[in-house]
């Protein structure tokens, strides 16, 4: 399948359907790097801040762009997932805004990529692997200042990992994610993510359990890469940190961010750490953290609705804890979820903090059946449509707090029914 020029997004992941969602096994990043040969190298030719991490990715990419951005920077960022389009996984952020690749450079270099792809041979590619490659054209096509590079899976195999050394590596956590493909442990999982760390740049690293640190200084020490921590003694956060946002100073700046959590403050200050080792000024950075917002991540509706896609056991227990500091006496879930996710670890540690529990499922083709994660609260009720399960939680809301989540798709529907 080839991409017209007037496809629209359904068109675009149709044309991804033709490949894999993970390409066959990954040893090495042969595979990869034969495609990008067939396309000029493209990642040699651009500047990099690298970013892996079980939670927090997201944000630390849209905090970077958008202070590169107030810097003077145009600013790719490729991250995943997506709320509406696929074409937001490929954006470019700007002293003017920020917009995603058009569906017509998306159809045209997607035909390049394709065809490239087609004369790799027998390589099986994933899904993943051609919209990187289909990023690296377009960012070198209009001559971006930086690309905001945020790793699919692990570090060390993942094909971001292509690219040269960085500019700025950044590791945002680590936990117990992905483990059949990473690890079962933290420190096996620190090991694949700490491949991104290739000489002697900053690296940015914090939220870290102690064993996974550990791997992190030696590679640090093996590379000559200057490892680079917050202080978190230099932080004085105002007030209580909130659903809507926090204040905060470090290191004498005042510093404002609009995502809801303590632990986006945690976000902020390894971006901060991290443009600081870049020479960008804590002013322009401080621009760039109150600019920074990402659909569906701990975002407020009217009406006390708040959707967050987290969905591993490390995300739960923030919003936990940011639901728990948020002053509403009474709070209801509407939880999906994706049948790649484990269930169990996320629903134990987030449902004790409601009063009320819905499930729903039929927002994804991977969806969890609701009757299925019923048996983790027999009491919860279910509904089939995320339309509905909207409606009734509204309904009935009588002034609790109404958290979505479980699932970034989940939380992507029920703000494409709000909007």
């Known amino acids: 399948m080839r991409l017209a020029l007037s496809c629209n997004c359904r068109d ?32 040699e030719k651009l500047r990099y801040i690298h970013i892996v991490g079980t939670n ?22 490729f991250t995943s997932p997506y709320v509406r389009s696929v074409c937001e996984r490929i954006a470019i952020t700007s002293p003017e805004g920020c917009h995603d690749i058009s569906t017509g450079d998306f159809a045209r270099i997607s035909g390049i990529v394709g065809e490239a792809a087609d004369q790799c041979g027998d390589l099986e590619f994933s899904q993943f692997e051609i919209l990187n490659a289909v990023a690296f054209l377009y960012y070198l096509e209009k001559q971006v ?63 870290i359990p102690e064993g996974a640190m550990q791997v992190i200084k030696a590679r640090c020490d093996e590379t000559g890469a200057k490892l680079v ?78 959707l967050d896609g987290g ?24 939880i999906g979820m994706m049948n790649t996710k484990d269930c169990r670890a996320f629903l134990e540690v987030i449902l004790p903090c409601f009063d009320r529990v819905i499930f729903c499922d039929n927002f994804s083709e991977g969806a969890v059946p609701a009757e299925e994660l019923r048996k983790f609260s027999p009491d919860a009720e279910v509904f089939h449509d995320p339309q509905q399960a909207l409606n009734y939680a509204r309904e009935t809301a009588d002034g609790a707090l109404l958290y979505f989540g479980g699932s970034f798709y989940f939380a992507a529907e029920i703000r494409r029914l709000l909007t």
Not at 24 to 42: N, Y
């Open 311 to 334: 969905h591993n056991p490390q995300a739960a227990a923030a919003v936990r804890s940011a639901l728990e500091q948020s002053g509403y006496t009474h709070k209801t879930a509407a």
């Open 12 to 43: 675009i992941e149709e044309f991804l359907g033709q490949y894999s969602h993970f390409g066959a096994p990954v040893k090495d990043l042969s595979r990869f790097a034969a495609l990008c040969h067939k396309l000029g190298d493209p990642q």
């Open 145 to 207: 200042d930086y690309v905001v590079l945020e790793a699919g899976i692990g570090g060390t195999l993942d094909c971001t990992n292509i690219i040269p050394q960085p500019e700025a590596a950044v590791i945002t956590s680590i936990g117990l994610d992905h483990t059949k493909i990473l690890g079962d442990t933290v420190e096996k999982i620190a090991a694949s993510k700490c491949g991104i760390i290739k000489g002697g740049r900053a690296v940015c690293a914090y939220g």
């Open 56 to 77: 927090g990715k997201g944000s630390t990419a849209e905090f970077c762009a958008c202070a590169l951005a107030e810097c003077g920077y145009t600013a790719g960022k």
């Open 229 to 306: 921590i917050p202080d978190m003694n230099a932080l004085d956060i105002h007030g209580k940190p909130g659903l809507s946002g926090s204040l905060f100073n470090y290191k004498g700046q005042e510093y404002r961010v609009r995502m809801g959590g303590e632990y986006q403050i945690n976000n902020a200050l390894t971006s901060i750490e991290t443009l600081s080792c870049m020479g960008i000024p804590t002013e322009r950075i401080a621009a760039g953290l109150e600019r920074a917002v990402i659909p569906a991540r701990m975002e407020l509706f009217p009406g006390n609705i708040l």
